[in-house]
């Protein structure tokens, strides 16, 4: 049984063909850097600190020092949960291109993000107005996983593999997250230079030409 997992599992049925899945932000989408501009509008930046900058030595909103008070906190809570913040955010470079090529060869079985199920329309919207390969769209269906995000995906993966053989993921906690549940499929970690040493298959890739040779080399 599925249900427990926290995602619409009566899409797992539309998972008809064995093949890789793709997370959504930070791995297709350009979907944190707007999301420090606009935090920065909202509390001013730390130190003066541009949002690339942020991005680089913070990674996460949640994670910036004077962004901690639970006034921050419930700002990124409601900003994550409004629809018009997934509506046009750029694509990651050659995004389209590489996956375009990649499913020529490999199946997309499914996206698989931790956005909550809410957003599932705009998802959808945003996934057909930049021409992204169809398939099915996981959802988490959870309350709240801020803090957890690695462990709710690595579950999914789990229990859907063989059927999703891996997945191109950004998330720096999913790697180790998988590796206590004893996952057997394989994790390239987006937008990275390396990955921890792990008994499953691991790749690093830092951008989506990297990614494109990967999935088409295994």
Same mark, same amino acid.
């Given at each position: 049984?599925?249900?427990?997992?926290?995602?619409?599992?009566?899409? +797992?049925?539309?998972?008809?063909?064995?093949?890789?899945?793709?997370?959504?932000?930070?791995?297709?989408?350009? @979907?944190?850097?707007?999301? +420090?501009?606009?935090?920065?509008?909202? =509390?001013?930046?730390?130190?003066?600190?541009?949002?690339?900058?942020?991005?680089?030595?913070?990674?996460?909103?949640?994670?910036?020092?004077?962004?901690?008070?639970?006034?921050?906190?419930?700002?990124?809570?409601?900003? =994550?949960?409004?629809?018009? @913040?997934?509506?046009?955010?750029?694509?990651?470079?050659?995004?389209?291109?590489?996956?375009?090529?990649?499913?020529?060869?490999?199946?997309?079985?499914?996206?698989?993000?931790?956005?909550?199920?809410?957003?599932?329309?705009?998802?959808?919207?945003?996934?057909?107005?930049?021409?992204?390969?169809?398939?099915?769209?996981?959802?988490?269906?959870?309350?709240?996983?801020?803090?957890?995000?690695?462990?709710?995906?690595?579950?999914?993966?789990?229990?859907?593999?063989?059927?999703?053989?891996?997945?191109?993921?950004?998330?720096?906690?999913?790697?180790?997250?998988?590796?206590?549940?004893?996952?057997?499929? +394989?994790?390239?970690? +987006?937008?990275?230079?390396?990955?921890?040493?792990?008994?499953?298959?691991?790749?690093?890739?830092?951008?989506?030409?990297?990614?494109?040779?990967?999935?088409?080399?295994?």
């Amino acid at each position: 049984m599925v249900e427990h997992l926290g995602t619409n599992h009566h899409h +797992f049925d539309q998972i008809i063909t064995p093949g890789f899945a793709c997370d959504i932000d930070e791995t297709l989408s350009e @979907t944190t850097i707007p999301s +420090f501009e606009a935090m920065i509008q909202a =509390f001013g930046s730390p130190d003066n600190m541009t949002a690339q900058e942020l991005l680089e030595n913070f990674r996460f909103l949640e994670k910036v020092p004077t962004w901690q008070t639970q006034e921050h906190f419930d700002w990124i809570h409601e900003y =994550f949960s409004l629809p018009e @913040t997934y509506q046009h955010l750029d694509l990651k470079p050659h995004a389209r291109e590489a996956l375009d090529e990649i499913t020529k060869k490999t199946p997309l079985a499914a996206y698989i993000t931790a956005r909550r199920y809410h957003l599932h329309d705009v998802t959808v919207d945003w996934k057909q107005e930049v021409k992204l390969p169809k398939a099915p769209l996981l959802m988490r269906t959870e309350q709240e996983v801020i803090n957890r995000r690695g462990e709710w995906k690595a579950q999914l993966l789990y229990h859907l593999f063989p059927q999703v053989t891996g997945i191109v993921d950004d998330d720096p906690n999913l790697p180790l997250a998988l590796e206590k549940i004893g996952y057997k499929g +394989f994790l390239i970690m +987006f937008g990275h230079h390396s990955t921890p040493s792990l008994s499953y298959e691991a790749y690093a890739a830092p951008d989506w030409k990297v990614t494109k040779d990967i999935l088409l080399g295994r």
